[in-house]
């Protein structure tokens, strides 16, 4: 028998697997993404360094919905605004992912280079290097978690009697529509204001 025009199995076809898995479980094993394939555990160590591996091409993947181009743009606030919208958008597709990968250390070499174009951009904007760490993960924290915030109940606050809390009430009443999204906006925006603070300081020093 001639061989077949597509391979049984390869490192997409794990990826889209393992995927669909953790987003249906916020997790994944190999045997479930070889019985999903119809393949032997084995034949996926074959293609990937094992379960660590697998983690690292879900990241990847999800990272390559992440605008890099972004961190391209000047000035610098400007950049990491719009990389950071980009990055959540990008995780808020596959919330139940965040947890595993936030747990695991990055090695993915895509994913190190915009985190190496990150850190060029504080650079050269004046940020001291002991700084620039401690202001990406801070980004990151705030990113992630409106991404998982996204994917929450629109009505996280269920109050059975008004009468006992009703200023929370009044404000759940006002809070109007996108709630995540206004509350990204706000976060970002006094993230930025206390960077930019940073700098500011820095220069005058």
Do not use: K
Not at 39 to 68: C, F, M, N, P, W
Request: glycine fraction near 4%.
């Amino acid at each position: 028998m001639g061989r077949p025009r597509t391979p049984l199995l390869d490192r997409e076809r794990i990826t889209t697997t393992a995927l669909e898995i953790v987003d249906a479980q916020g997790e994944f094993s190999v045997p479930q993404i070889a019985r999903r394939l119809g393949v032997q555990t084995g034949s996926v160590y074959h293609h990937v360094d094992g379960r660590d591996g697998i983690v690292e091409l879900l990241r990847e993947r999800i990272a390559q919905r992440i605008d890099i181009t972004a961190l391209d743009i000047r000035p610098w606030d400007a950049a990491l605004m719009t990389w950071a919208r980009s990055y959540r958008a990008a995780f808020a597709a596959h919330p139940r992912a965040i947890p595993m990968l936030m747990t695991s250390p990055v090695r993915a070499p895509r994913v190190l280079e915009q985190y190496e174009r990150a850190v060029t951009l504080l650079l050269e904007a004046g940020f001291p290097l002991p700084d620039v760490m401690p202001v990406i993960v801070a980004l990151e924290n705030l990113v992630l978690g409106s991404a998982l915030d996204l994917a929450a109940p629109e009505t996280m606050w269920e109050i059975a009697d008004d009468a006992a809390t009703p200023r929370l009430a009044e404000a759940l009443d006002a809070i109007g529509d996108n709630r995540a999204d206004r509350a990204f906006e706000l976060a970002l925006e006094g993230f930025l204001r206390h960077a930019r603070h940073m700098l500011d300081t820095q220069a005058q020093a």
